[in-house]
């Protein structure tokens, strides 16, 4: 499986907005576990490019991790200016 649990805590505790391990519900913990899915969904796509279902499933995450951000900008905008630079989103 490619996101283990190691890897899950390990991103929660990287970018969640407490520092904590069980910090799973910030917007900024969700975003990065969102970023992590999407680029190996992307990367799984270069090599398989008539997998749709995989690509539906990317496009939903995208639209997960945008609402998210929408959500971070209006209510607080340095927070939301730290999660993208740290992750390498663009706008």
Not at 2 to 24: C, I, N, P, R, V
Not at 30 to 56: C, G, M, V, W
Not at 65 to 83: E, G, H, K, T, V
């Amino acid at each position: 499986m490619y996101l283990t649990k190691e890897k899950k805590q390990e991103l929660f505790e990287q970018y969640g907005a407490h520092k904590s391990k069980q910090d799973t519900g910030s917007a900024e913990s969700q975003i990065a576990l969102f970023t992590y899915r999407i680029n190996h969904l992307t990367e799984h796509l270069k090599q398989h490019p008539k997998d749709n279902a995989s690509r539906l499933g990317l496009l939903k995450l995208v639209g997960k991790r945008r609402r998210l951000l929408n959500y971070l900008q209006r209510a607080d905008i340095q927070r939301y200016r730290s999660i993208i630079s740290m992750l390498n989103i663009r706008k």
